[in-house]
């Protein structure tokens, strides 16, 4: 059984779409997007009856992550796979971020994740289960005008890889760092996008698919992979 944070949608829906054709029960953790969330778990179950779920929770809420995952477990009964990709992304310029800037960006992109595995460290532990977290690049690498998201995801790393320490040997601990697979859904200029392009080795976007793939693969065929930051980039890191 996986969960997913903030699968309603785009990439976190994807990866419900692909692990659930491989076998998998799925609980669809969304905030707003109750209609995408709806219509995702529908056909979902329309291809295999009682295989998904949705549980609407904002992520910040002191009491949300023992209560999403105790939401996986009643629907359930076990969990099996972790995966913290809902996260909030916007530009926080140097002489106009706010606290309440910091604390959305830090809260959803590195608290929601560390209380959540929290949470899920007992489940996860007597099934020898796998937590996913969705890094980014520029966790790695900064992006101009984005210092408070660059620096939690950066803090989303360094936590993927002590929590493989904590929770070793029973949990695997892995992160996902996306290039650019999937614009943000403000706009962004043309020209913009093809200069990150250009940036990478392959010279192409990739696709929600990929990073999809990339989720599968460590839940099914890497057992012996944990403490890791895998760069489903093209190239671009390089």
Partial sequence: MVLITGA?????????????AAGANILIHYRASAAAAIALAASLNAMRSHSAAIYAAHLLDPDAPDQVIAAALSEFGHLDVLINN???FYA????HITARQWDDLV????RAPLFLCQA????LKA?????????????LRPLKEHPVYCAAKAGLVMLTKSLARELGPEIRVNGIAPGPVLWPEVGMDEKVKREIIDKTALKRPGSPQDIAR???F??????????????VDGGRSI
Avoid: K
């Avoid at 899920?120 to 489940?123: I, Q, R």
């Fill in 8 to 20: 309603a949608r785009r990439v976190g829906a994807e990866i419900a779409r692909v692990l659930h």
């Fill in 86 to 88: 809902a996260s909030s």
């Fill in 92 to 95: 926080t310029p140097i002489g």
């Fill in 107 to 110: 809260g959803s992109n590195l």
């Fill in 120 to 123: 899920a460290a007992p489940s």
């Fill in 127 to 139: 099934r020898r289960g796998l937590i996913i977290n969705m890094v980014d690049i520029h966790g």
């Fill in 214 to 216: 990339t989720a599968l």
């Fill in 218 to 231: 460590l839940a099914a065929n890497a057992p012996y992979i944990t403490g890791q930051i895998i760069a």
